[in-house]
């Protein structure tokens, strides 16, 4: 893995973080992306060469410059990378709607107030919304 330090002149607020960021969103060789906005500097752990990169970081004409480019033996921790937080997330999502759907499915079913009684909001007396009053007779 190397470590790429860039000199960006023109990155003085989080809307050039934002911007640099959702550039290189597309490019799998970057692991990992450190901003230090006080004193313009990027870094950059990658797998491969740099070039790709600082074409890109040129195309945003923020005055990027490379500083260094050195091995490095920082292992990454893969649970903070945003892409698998987000895989992790509509997994998570997903897995949480399948046991709503079913339990719900098997209260109505079963009969079982207690089960539909746990899926769906407490609503007081004046709360139920109009739809709810003749399709949720039971609240």
Known sequence: ??????????????SEEQMIRMKLDGINE???LEFEIP???LTIFHIGNTTEIERILAELKLGSKLISNTQS??????ESDPSNQR???WTVLIINFVFFVLEMLF???SKSM?????????????EIPEFGKDNLWFL
């Open 87 to 89: 895989k992790i997330l």
């Open 73 to 78: 033996q920082v292992v990454i921790d893969v």
């Open 30 to 32: 970057i692991k990992q």
């Open 1 to 14: 893995m190397e470590k790429s330090v860039f000199k960006i002149s023109q990155m003085d607020c989080p």
């Open 39 to 41: 004193q313009r500097k």
């Open 114 to 126: 207690g089960l539909v009684a746990e899926m769906l909001p407490h609503f007081d007396g004046n």
């Open 107 to 109: 209260g109505l079913i």
